[in-house]
């Protein structure tokens, strides 16, 4: 920022659910708290606004923005939500295991019946990811949504 002022835009990562990896003896809850202090950093530093890891737990988001605007992260700072839809069942799974994302049961149960059927997959993708927008933009949470496309 010293340098270039506002020539470059700076996105930096948040982490709704945290990440896979935590650190020795860290739960949790003391993962998601160190990235928003870390997030918090980020912001004092100069970040433009943040981006979120993929998440399709709402609940996780919503509680991420709390958390951050109790550790002092104002609310004009843009924590846009990072969304992915589903494409197929093995991508989804492929994702999910990678990033160890929490799959709230009511999409689980919805995805069982369909999960061999790429079509039906896709459809469910994208009615669930336009659920998820409409339920975060009504909420006042989030301004607006980052789409994970991942080549598809």
Not at 22 to 49: P, S
Not at 77 to 93: A, Q, R, T
Not at 112 to 136: F, V, W
Request: glycine share 8%; hydrophobic share 40%.
């Amino acid at each position: 920022r010293q340098e270039f002022g506002d020539l470059f835009t700076i996105a930096v990562p948040g982490y709704p659910e945290g990440t896979r990896e935590l650190a020795d003896g860290e739960t949790r809850e003391e993962n998601i708290k160190r990235h928003v202090q870390e997030l918090k950093y980020k912001c004092e530093a100069g970040a433009d606004l943040c981006i979120t890891d993929v998440f399709y737990d709402t609940n996780a988001y919503a509680n991420f923005i709390k958390e951050c605007r109790e550790a002092g992260i104002a609310r004009t700072f843009p924590i846009v939500p990072g969304i992915l839809p589903i494409h197929s069942f093995k991508s989804f799974e492929g994702i999910v295991d990678h990033l160890g994302i929490n799959v709230p049961a009511s999409i689980r149960e919805a995805i069982e019946p369909i999960k061999e059927d790429d079509a039906a997959m896709q459809e469910y993708g994208i009615s669930l990811a336009e659920s998820m927008c409409l339920e975060l933009l009504n909420s006042g949470l989030a301004q607006g949504m980052y789409f994970y496309t991942f080549n598809l």
